[in-house]
Nanobody, 121 residues
Framework: QVQLVESGGGLVQPGGSLRLSCAAS????????MGWYRQAPGKERELVAT???????NYADSVKGRFAISRDNGKKTVDLQMNNLKSTDTGLYYC???????????????WGQGTQVTVSS
């Protein structure tokens, strides 16, 4: 089993910053792509950013230039630095990971429980 636990959410004013962290644990041989997704009230879950095990990143257009995703393969963590936050960034942020449990067994699309980010004055 793979567990993902997010932390770092909270209430911040527009223009402020937050840093989210996600730690993976459980039976893990290797973690492939990790990412952050978010879901605003009444909307579908959307991609925020992803990062491969080699460090290649991908961002939603709405966060490019403001957010930065990073990971520590040794610690099995992925972080999301969010700067210049806007009210439209408000939502429940979820960590996601594709995990290799053993040489031949994979566990795709693992999700954390989410951490709330609220951007409001």
């Amino acid at each position: 089993q793979v567990q993902l636990v997010e932390s770092g959410g909270g209430l911040v004013q527009p223009g402020g910053s937050l840093r989210l962290s996600c730690a993976a644990s459980g039976t893990i041989f290797r973690i492939n792509t990790m990412g952050w997704y978010r879901q605003a009230p009444g909307k579908e879950r959307e991609l925020v950013a992803t990062i491969t095990s080699g460090g290649l990143t991908n961002y939603a257009d709405s966060v490019k230039g403001r957010f930065a995703i990073s990971r520590d393969n040794g610690k099995k963590t992925v972080d999301l630095q969010m700067n210049n936050l806007k009210s439209t960034d408000t939502g429940l942020y979820y960590c996601n990971a594709d995990v290799q449990i053993s040489e031949r067994v994979y566990s795709y699309n693992n999700w954390g429980q989410g951490t709330q980010v609220t951007v409001s004055s």
